[in-house]
Structure formats: C-alpha cells, structure tokens
C-alpha cells in the first residue's frame, strides 16, 4: 500500500491558462473523489468516479472544470482558462468499500495558484 | 442535505491537557462520522470513523470519539495531548452508500495550538 500520489505538488500559472493535474489511487480501490480546498475552509466534494464512471459532480464543478479516469485507475481533473477564484488545494481521495462503509484515504493534495 | 458545524474555530491547550474538541452533525438517516488530521501544506490523515455498532470508536495516535444520536455529535478526544498534535482537526459526515459512493461533507476545521 503506497497511499494515494497527487502531481504535481504545486502548480502556479497565470489566469487564462488551462492546467491538468493527476491522481493515483491505492490500487485496490474502485472509487476516486476529488475535493477543493480553499484557505480557511474544509474540503468540498467536487466529483466521484467508481472504476472508470463518473457517477456524481457537484455543482462547484462548472463547465470550466473536468475530470476523467480512464480504465477505472488513476484520474486527472483539468481547468480550462483558470480564475483567480480557483486558487485552492485540490485533494484527490482513494475510496476503500467494505460492508461496513466507505472509508476515504486522501493524498497530499495540489496546491493550485493562479495570478 | 447534510452539514458539520465544528464551533470552535481555535483551540490552545497545554502540553499534556485532555483534548475535547467538539462536532456537531445534521443527516436525516444513520451518519457515517469521521475525523482527520490535516498538518500544514498536507492532505488529510484519517484519525477514526463511527459506521455502526459501539458509540465510542477508538482511533489512531490515542484518539477517540463518542456518537451521541441524541445530540447529533461526535466529539473527538485525547486524555494527554502531545506538542506533536498540533495541526487543524475536520468533522465529516458522509453519506451511508446504499449503491452509491460516500461524499463527505466536512465541517470548517478547529486549529489546535498545543503549549510546551
């Protein structure tokens, strides 16, 4: 178990860019989040994928913004012609289901910056 | 819809001091209750979680956590807080996954400051 790997680790681009960043899930997990996290603020749900379908997106998830996970493995989230207001740490989360309950596992996060 | 309201935004306590910090949920069904552990510029470190069965979860790192339906809260706990403890605390509500994933709802974070 390596845990769940988010790249890059920081990202700083300018307004008006586009900009992808990647998740990598613990292997055995079919279910992948991604959350937003703004300063001061706790993570927000953004989407959700089990194996390779997206199954729920908030509305914080405009047309701007898109997520995909090809062969149900690892995931990427891009943003099209980036705003300031989308300057946050994204956290991507490995979803471990059991009988029990769905237990999230999250990774390091990337931490976006848009002047 | 569901919702965590943590009140208290900042929280100094001795090195050594039992910890309380406290997490009031709203769900209309059975919640699925968590707390992790965020350090500076980090992700998430999941601390416990309460699906089901006993009322006070055992987590790691010495915590606990006690579900009281009556008072829709799921206070987390630690008898001897250690100088290492210091980070920002998030309640979370997720969702029972009755055929679907489990979002999570997370409360605004308490920022625990621990004095030497």
């Known amino acids: 178990d390596t845990g769940v790997s988010q790249d890059p680790r920081h990202k700083i681009t300018k307004r008006g860019q586009n900009v992808t960043f990647r998740c990598d899930p613990i292997?055995?997990?079919?279910?992948l989040y991604w959350y937003r996290q703004t300063l001061g603020q706790g993570p927000e749900f953004l989407t959700y994928f089990q194996n390779e379908a997206q199954l729920e997106k908030s509305r914080l998830l405009s047309d701007r913004f898109s997520a995909e996970r090809p062969k149900g493995s690892f995931s990427t989230l891009e943003i099209q012609r980036t705003e300031q207001g989308d300057s946050a740490m994204y956290l991507c989360?490995?979803?471990?289901?059991?009988?029990?309950?769905?237990?999230?596992?999250f990774g390091p996060g990337t931490r976006l910056t848009v002047l | 819809a569901q919702s965590v309201t943590q009140p208290d935004i900042h929280i100094t306590v001795s090195e050594g001091a039992s910890l309380e910090l406290r997490c009031n949920y709203s769900y209309g069904a059975t919640p699925y209750l968590f707390w992790y552990v965020q350090s500076p510029g980090q992700g998430l470190q999941l601390l416990l979680k309460y699906f089901s069965g006993d009322t006070l979860v055992q987590g790691i790192k010495g915590f606990e956590a006690e579900f009281k339906r009556s008072q829709s809260s799921f206070n987390l706990r630690k008898p001897s807080v250690h100088w290492s403890d210091a980070a920002e605390y998030f309640c979370a509500v997720g969702r029972a996954p009755s055929g679907g994933g489990n979002k999570l709802t997370f409360g605004t974070g308490t920022q625990l400051k621990v004095e030497l």
């Open positions: 989360a490995s979803g471990e289901t059991s009988g029990s309950g769905d237990t999230q596992y």
């Open positions: 292997s055995e997990h079919n279910r």
